[in-house]
């Protein structure tokens, strides 16, 4: 379907010229496989070597291009010892110096009596001009650039091959029809597509590089473009699809929310009103529920789970853990204690007959609502009469999760939720083709909760000061400690989880436990039960305890080394105190290397509790690909886009996105047709095949 003038910049990597396996493989990881993914990797610096004609302008340390007479080759004595071509620049001696050398390559690459243009690192040897390892040798000087771009690397891929690498595919790019309105381009000063492209490559000042490059803003604004274009087509799909409507014939949601121990926040009400609004209507519900740490989307979705119950239908319920599926099933099973609906719990660790018990219930229509981890939707799990899917931390799931559970049975409605509150950017960016619910207002009751800010220097006094409070105090104090995880090394982390966990045992005796990634699932959860009983005062874990986790007698945290950490983590991690009827603390340990964006986060964190504020301000310091694990998340991942500069013209895309399909459904104008290239071109190919024209 992908339209032939795209053909070229599809190629795999490996046909490029004079690219064989092992650097096809080294820039294949370093870009993606295929060539536009070349063409898209955008230099990240740029260095400046001048053509320098007189020794007095050398600056040792500095790039410089000079024209250099060889004399003579000096081979060394020893191998390991440096062979030098030594020579005449500006009328005095020089010198070229090479480690790992191969002779043969030498005396025919730089031969004697004759002058070649050399590139490289200046540096000055016993008064005379020295260059080690030059980068460029060549007789024309022409051939050595002036400005050169600098391009992020992989391991093993050198700077040199992958400027070569740009510069072929760069000869192998196509003219495309102009899919941007040409009185827009006029007035925001953009190029043509290609123009675009391969000024972007040739950077010629620092200034060049920059995210408001009028070139660069041009890319970046087609792949947003792209971006809103592919979720307008995908909304427009789904609001198409005819969803299960529902038709109450009971009022068990309604008596369970009125006999609840608390009163619901105003934003719970209205929330739950939308939904009912959806399940009511004929459409298919898509709906994103975004809600503050605390703010309490367990309720709403059991609300929605009862509403589709009343209606004689199946929902079931899917969350990122173990830990957070049992936490669920529990406060369900609470709350629906005096009621005839009929709940389990499915994860990958109901086994044997359990599981068969399970399976054969659910098919049957006996289980009304099911509990789990990705294990509600393997293959094998069949449901009578599914008309809601709930899914729980959304950005721990990738997309085709998300499908597949819908895809159980025809028209079910879905809702996703999220802790993690999502700054409006990226709202825009990744769940444009859903309704979007927020839950802004915190319960009543709920307690502030300081936040302390303190260098690991004194992390004894804390500890100190700890054990003073457990001891003394009449009512249980109880403890999180959290240590880094750092994406580097899980290894690194974990044994560093386990030095603190020793370290505070010394202190707290058997009253110290510990959670990492690394231990089975019995064994998280039997010391997390401990935990919850009240069997241990502090728990040492990683990062595993920064969703859902309710212990309301935890009023301490203490996340060590805190700068490591995203903000959207940080006010996880802290959400997991005050959830009790008593004051909170958490303490933020920073380490001695602090940077400014590690200062910032942490003042963010001291002085706001308001997820949405921390969300932006997280944006912000650290840029939209950082901000959830975009890899993990499901969230798009840019290649010319930076949302933290470019969210102006992703308002712009939205808006020109919902105009062109409002005028052209079907992209069947001459721009229409443009546009289809674009999305090609960005390799939104499902979405083009949602159009009828197809």
Not at 116 to 138: C, Q
Not at 663 to 668: A, I, M, R, T, V
């Amino acid at each position: 379907m992908r339209p032939s003038v795209l053909n070229n910049l599809f190629c795999p990597v490996s046909s490029i010229t004079g690219i064989g396996p092992k650097l096809s493989a080294l820039i294949e990881k370093n870009c993606g496989p295929y060539i536009s993914d070349v063409l898209f990797s955008l230099p990240s610096g740029l260095l400046y070597r001048p053509y320098v004609e007189k020794k007095s302008q050398l600056i040792a340390g500095a790039l410089a291009t000079l024209l250099f007479e060889v004399v003579a080759h000096q081979k060394p004595a020893k191998r390991s010892q440096p062979y030098k071509v030594v020579g005449f620049f500006d009328g005095k001696e020089a010198e070229l110096v090479f480690f790992n050398y191969h002779e043969k390559y030498l005396l025919d690459k730089l031969k004697v009596h004759e002058k070649y243009f050399v590139s490289g690192k200046i540096e000055f040897f016993m008064g005379k001009v020295g260059i080690l390892h030059p980068d460029f040798i060549s007789k024309i000087k022409e051939d050595i650039p002036v400005f050169e771009p600098v391009y992020p690397l992989t391991a093993g891929l050198s700077g040199k091959v992958m400027t070569k690498t740009v510069k072929t595919v760069l000869g192998m790019i196509p003219d495309l029809p102009e899919w941007q309105d040409k009185e827009f381009m006029k007035k925001q000063g953009f190029s043509d597509w290609k123009t675009s492209l391969i000024k972007v490559h040739h950077p010629q000042k620092s200034s060049d590089l920059s995210f408001d490059d009028a070139f660069k803003m041009r890319l970046a604004y087609d792949e947003l473009l792209a971006n809103q274009l592919a979720l307008f087509l995908a909304r427009s799909h789904h609001k198409k699809q005819a969803g299960i409507k529902i038709n109450p014939r009971t009022l068990v949601e309604k008596d369970v929310l009125a006999h609840l121990p608390f009163e619901l926040t105003g934003a719970q009400k209205r929330v739950i009103e939308e939904i009912r609004c959806d399940l009511l209507s004929a459409d298919k519900m898509i709906r994103l529920l975004q809600g503050d740490v605390g703010a309490g989307k367990t309720v709403v979705s059991l609300a929605a789970l009862l509403m589709v119950y009343d209606a004689g239908y199946q929902g079931v319920l899917m969350a990122p853990t173990d830990i957070l599926a049992g936490q669920h099933y529990l406060a369900f099973e609470k709350m629906l204690q005096q009621t005839t609906v009929r709940i389990a719990l499915l994860t990958g660790r109901e086994k044997g007959k359990k599981r068969e018990k399970i399976l054969k219930e659910l098919a049957s229509g006996e289980i009304d609502i099911l509990i789990g981890t990705h294990a509600v939707f393997t293959e094998d799990v069949v449901y009578k009469n599914l008309a809601l899917v709930v899914i729980d931390e959304q950005h721990k799931f990738g997309v085709q999760q998300r499908l597949q559970l819908t895809k159980k049975q025809k028209g079910v409605n879905l809702l996703v939720m999220t802790a993690t509150p999502i700054p409006r950017t990226l709202a825009l960016t990744s769940y444009g083709d859903m309704d979007i619910s927020i839950l802004d207002e915190k319960p009543k009751n709920r307690l502030l909760i300081e936040t302390k800010v303190i260098s690991v220097e004194k992390v004894f006094d804390v500890v100190e000061k700890l054990k003073n409070k457990i001891d003394s105090s009449e009512k249980q104090v109880q403890v999180y400690w959290v240590c880094p995880l750092v994406q580097e090394s899980e290894k690194m982390d974990l044994m560093a989880a386990e030095k603190r966990f020793e370290e505070l045992r010394d202190v707290f005796g058997d009253a110290v436990g510990i959670v990492h990634g690394k231990m089975k699932g019995a064994e998280k959860d039997a010391v997390m039960d401990r935990f919850k009983k009240g069997e241990l005062s502090v728990l040492v874990s990683t990062t595993v305890i920064e969703v859902g986790v309710d212990v309301p007698s935890a009023t301490v945290m203490v996340i060590e080394h805190a700068e490591r950490f995203g903000l959207a983590g940080l006010h996880q991690l802290r959400g997991r105190v005050g959830r009790g009827a008593e004051k909170s603390v958490c303490l933020l340990l920073y380490g001695k290397q602090l940077s400014e964006i590690g200062r910032a986060r942490l003042k963010v964190m001291r002085e706001s509790e308001n997820g949405f504020i921390i969300a932006e301000e997280d944006l912000r310091l650290r840029g939209a690909g950082d901000l959830l694990g975009v890899k993990q998340s499901g969230l798009p991942q840019f290649k010319m886009a930076d949302l933290s500069v470019h969210h102006h013209l992703l308002k712009t895309a939205a808006q020109d996105a919902k105009t062109i399909l409002t005028l052209d459904p079907h992209l069947e104008s001459e721009r229409g047709k443009a546009l289809r290239v674009l999305l090609y071109l960005f390799q939104k190919d499902s979405e083009i095949l949602t159009l009828k024209a197809g």
